[in-house]
């Protein structure tokens, strides 16, 4: 009778075995999964920006308004700046106006207006317009001085280590980035250039800012073939120049 009712028993003791491993191995397998994804937060793939970027594009600009309207965040100054800039460029380069000659109509009709309601105003018995003073302080032009010797000074240095051969890759860069700019020089004047720049600075930050991804995608694999031929012209034609040695006298 006994082991009638052990016999019994068996069935029900491997029926809460199973049910217990059972809720084991879901509870591990849930835990599993749970520390799967906490583990594949923690490893960030590095994801690559265009010249080293970290901060967003309007930090990189300078922020403020500078900025706003350099990506267009206010439509309406991007707009009117812009335009702006494209009617000097068409007074100067496409009617051929002179700067000296418009700086002196401008000064020429300022001084007219201001000659007429000054002596008009007796009849119309309004004061006219008082003209401020302007003047500019030591402290500004200090500053400005200060800052412009700084800039000179560090320009100075690199070009300096550029022309010594210290960085064989960066005089390299100099050099090709130079006969570009000679190139691009040759096919229209300073002016043109200039607005080029100009409507270039305001055109490429928004665009890049909005296809950033895509970009800076495109830049990783232009910068790695770049590198991978940088380094078979390193290994053929600059490693089998003669160097000699360096030296490090300042110049004053």
Known sequence: M???DGDQNE???EAVTERIDGHDSSSSSDSDT?????SASVVKTKI?????REKPVHKVLGGGKPADVLLWRDKKISAVVLGSATAIWM????????LLTLVCHILILALAFLFLWANASTFINKSPPQ????GISDDVVLGI??????????AHSVLRDIAYGRDLKKFLTVIAGLWVISVVG?????????YIAFVLLHTMPVLYERYEDRVDLFAEKALAEFKKQYAVFDAQVLSKIPRGPLSGKKVA
């Open 34 to 38: 749970e520390k799967k994804p906490s």
């Open 2 to 4: 006994a082991d009638h």
């Open 145 to 154: 001085a200060s800052d412009l010797r700084i800039e000179f000074n560090r």
């Open 11 to 13: 069935p029900v003791v």
């Open 91 to 98: 007074l100067f380069d496409l009617i051929e106006y002179h």
């Open 48 to 52: 690559y920006r265009l010249f080293g």
């Open 186 to 194: 040759s096919w229209c004047n300073f002016l043109t250039l200039c």
């Open 131 to 134: 003209i401020p003073e302007v």
